[in-house]
């Protein structure tokens, strides 16, 4: 039964993966919300930490302003279904259908539903079960990420300090990140609102990843194209060939057997979340939901197959993956 029960949460990682954890553990999700103008751009994280100050959490961060928001619950509070995705943290819910808000915290006071329609799940496959690809097999990772929905249509409103937002039409996304800490270094990237195709969706992280004794720099990503999604990643033999980041942007070219991915994201400022270390919530990191990202996707001969800007795009730069590459 423990075995099926595994092997079950495996080949879903939306999910709460940690139905056995109580110590130097963390699981969150993140929700990616943006209204049908780009006007109202906010991000929501909800999560849990089994640390010495064990709790249930929500981070929330408003893009234009850059403020951000971190509200305390007892671990109690947060509830879960086995078999799906869902999660319940007092009367806040999130899944991959849904997002239920009723949060008071400092000068915010945010209440209302949304819903999402048409979610586009990562592809799951037998011996590459989302995003990880083979690592999701590997039992002693410090970190392990998942893709909920690559792209979706939000319906519903919010009110947000006593005034409503209508997301009506607006679109979201939603990742996840689960283990005993984030890496010491990382650069994540991630954009589904392109210029010329509303369909296209892209994410990348690169990180200093621990690995028995030492450490290695990998990589995850993928770009949702024409309703294929290509994947770029350390498991699949694919290869960052150059990496470069600067005050005003990031520079990064990725290489698979076929295809060269060129990125460049324009640096703008973000707001400060917590982020896990042995489970505790206790690190700050920066991060923007309104750079601009630029790709341009070619095949080994150097032809052009696709090139597009990404708009609200996420982008978080911890430490320094530079030294890597």
Not at 51 to 66: L, P, R
Not at 192 to 218: C, E, T
Request: hydrophobic fraction near 40%.
């Amino acid at each position: 039964m423990l075995k099926n029960r595994f092997i079950s949460k495996l080949y879903n990682p939306p999910v709460f993966q940690g139905q056995n954890r109580r110590d130097n553990y963390f699981e969150g999700w993140y929700f990616k919300l943006i209204d049908l103008e780009g006007n109202h751009i906010w991000s929501v994280i909800p999560g849990v930490s089994y640390s010495s100050d064990t709790h249930s959490f929500i981070q929330v961060i408003h893009a234009q302003t850059g403020k951000t928001y971190y509200k305390r619950f007892p671990i109690e509070s947060f509830t879960y279904e086995k078999e799906k995705f869902r999660i319940d943290i007092g009367s806040n819910s999130f899944s991959d259908s849904h997002l239920v808000l009723d949060i008071q915290c400092d000068d915010l006071d945010i209440k209302g539903a949304l819903s999402f329609e048409g979610i586009q799940p990562f592809p799951v496959r037998l011996l590459s079960p989302g995003i990880m690809g083979w690592y999701a097999f590997v039992p002693f990772m410090e970190c392990y990420h998942g893709v909920v929905s690559m792209q979706h249509t939000l319906t519903g409103s919010l009110q947000v300090n006593g005034s409503a937002i209508s997301f009506d039409g607006g679109r979201g996304y939603i990742e996840k990140d689960w283990g005993i800490s984030m890496p010491t270094d990382w650069i994540w990237m991630q954009s589904n609102h392109f210029d010329l195709d509303q369909k296209v969706s892209f994410m990348l992280s690169v990180a200093r990843i621990p690995w028995r004794k030492g450490y290695f720099p990998g990589f995850l990503s993928f770009l949702r194209l024409d309703g294929k999604v290509y994947r770029f990643a350390t498991y699949n033999g694919s290869k960052v060939a150059s990496l470069s980041v600067t005050d005003d942007e990031v520079q990064i070219v990725l290489r698979s057997r076929k295809l060269v991915l060129e990125v460049v994201v324009l640096r703008q400022d973000g707001g400060i979340l917590k982020a896990p270390r042995h489970g505790a919530m206790d690190r700050d990191i920066k991060e923007s939901i309104i750079s601009t990202l630029k790709l341009v996707l070619k095949n080994r001969r150097g032809e052009v197959l696709y090139s597009d800007t990404g708009r609200y795009a996420g982008l978080e730069i911890v430490g320094d993956m530079e030294q890597y590459y």
